[in-house]
Nanobody, 133 residues
Framework: QVQLVESGGGLVQPGGSLRLSCAASGSTLDYYAIGWFRQAPGKEREGVSCVRHDDGSLYYADSVKGRFTFSRDNAKNTVSLQMNSLKPEDTGVYYC??????????????????????????WGQGTLVTVSS
């Protein structure tokens, strides 16, 4: 079973940038679908970006398209989330998550499967991102 540890969170001003990393141990990430999620106080956890394990398809939530970039480094067994042009509404605890189960691109409700938290069973502890002046 893979274990995940996030890092890179912090306080940043609106318009600034942060790079989050998720280091995996116990297994290679090559065989996992991986996602970045966030949860703001009082809100439901939401998918931010994810990659399918079989064809490497990348997905982004509409709210972060053009600002966030998902990348992976197979040699280091890590994934990263580069976040630019940050807004106060990007504030929250950011988690990386993974599943080894083969996910379709979309579930029966038409949602991107790897952006739906209920399909990923391995979670890191999270890292806090605060966007504020």
């Amino acid at each position: 079973q893979v274990q995940l540890v996030e890092s890179g969170g912090g306080l940043v001003q609106p318009g600034g940038s942060l790079r989050l990393s998720c280091a995996a141990s116990g297994s290679t990430l090559d065989y996992y679908a991986i996602g970045w999620f966030r949860q703001a106080p009082g809100k439901e956890r939401e998918g931010v970006s994810c990659v399918r394990h079989d064809d490497g398809s990348l997905y982004y939530a509409d709210s972060v398209k053009g600002r966030f970039t998902f990348s992976r480094d197979n040699a280091k067994n890590t994934v990263s989330l580069q976040m630019n042009s940050l807004k106060p509404e990007d504030t929250g605890v950011y988690y990386c998550a993974a599943t080894s189960y083969p996910l379709n691109s979309y579930d029966a409700m038409g949602r991107v499967a790897c952006l739906s938290y209920e399909y990923l069973e391995v979670w890191g502890q999270g890292t806090l991102v605060t966007v504020s002046s």
